[in-house]
């Protein structure tokens, strides 16, 4: 089953702008990772943030994880039109193990 | 590094026919695979997990005699659906996990789009 929950469902923004992505679950975890998916294609890996883990930097991504409050954020900053895609956060409740895929964020960047 | 190749990418075929795809890591060897559906606008179902060498743990709910899973080697895992019906048609992923700086990190094949006609 999903544990993942993801807001917003869909976001447009213009060239730019940030876009902020939050996803949501409900046990505990070994890590959180996010995923960006063009339409009609396979997922590519974008972030692995670890539960000891609040902060994680690449390039203009920026992943934050809040155990407490079992949330994390996806931050894309200056987006571009080439960012437009689905996004998906997973969880794994241990190393090694399965992921658990969020409901995703539809991310439309407008030039 | 960490590619995953999927084949075909598009499957047309008719209902009672059997389909196998293949999901080939090709620049590392692959611990873990897994097999995963989706339908449009949706999010990913994990049908299945395999391990080389060992029978494949399914998802409850995924028919193990219709959605057959071999992994046969350290780079290579088939799904077969067997006798396909149009509520088949899906688009199937797979992931390799071993690759790369952690081997929690999946890394997802292209996809295949099978439609049943």
């Known amino acids: 089953s999903q544990q993942g929950e993801e807001d917003p469902q869909a976001l447009s923004i213009q060239e730019g702008e940030n876009a902020t992505m939050n996803c949501s679950y409900k046990?505990?975890?070994?890590?959180l990772q996010w995923y960006r998916q063009n339409s009609g294609r396979g997922l590519v890996h974008l972030i692995l943030?670890?539960?000891?883990?609040r902060e994680k930097h690449s390039g203009r991504l920026r992943v934050t994880l809040d155990t407490s409050k079992k949330s994390s954020s996806l931050l894309i900053t200056a987006s571009r039109a080439a960012d437009t895609a689905s996004y998906f956060c997973?969880?794994?409740?241990?190393?090694?193990?399965?992921?658990?895929f969020g409901e995703g964020t539809q991310l439309t960047v407008n030039p | 590094g960490a590619v995953v190749s999927q084949h075909p990418s598009r499957v047309i075929c008719k209902s009672g026919t059997s389909v196998k795809i293949e999901c080939r890591s090709l620049?590392?060897?692959?611990?873990?695979m897994f097999w995963y559906r989706q339908f449009p606008k949706q999010s990913l179902m994990l049908m299945a997990t395999?391990?080389?060498?060992?029978?494949?743990?399914?998802e409850q709910g995924v028919e193990k005699d219709k959605f057959l899973i071999n992994h046969a080697s350290l780079t290579l895992s088939t799904l077969t659906v067997t006798s396909a019906h149009p509520e088949d048609s899906s688009f199937y992923i797979c992931?390799?996990?071993?690759?790369?700086?952690?081997?929690?990190?999946?890394?997802f094949g292209p996809g295949t789009r099978l439609t049943v006609l």
């Open positions: 046990t505990s975890i070994n890590n």
């Open positions: 620049d590392f060897q692959a611990t873990t």
């Open positions: 997973a969880t794994g409740r241990s190393s090694g193990s399965r992921l658990t």
């Open positions: 395999s391990n080389e060498g060992s029978k494949a743990t399914y």
């Open positions: 992931s390799a996990a071993g690759g790369g700086a952690s081997t929690d990190t999946q890394y």
């Open positions: 943030i670890r539960s000891n883990e």
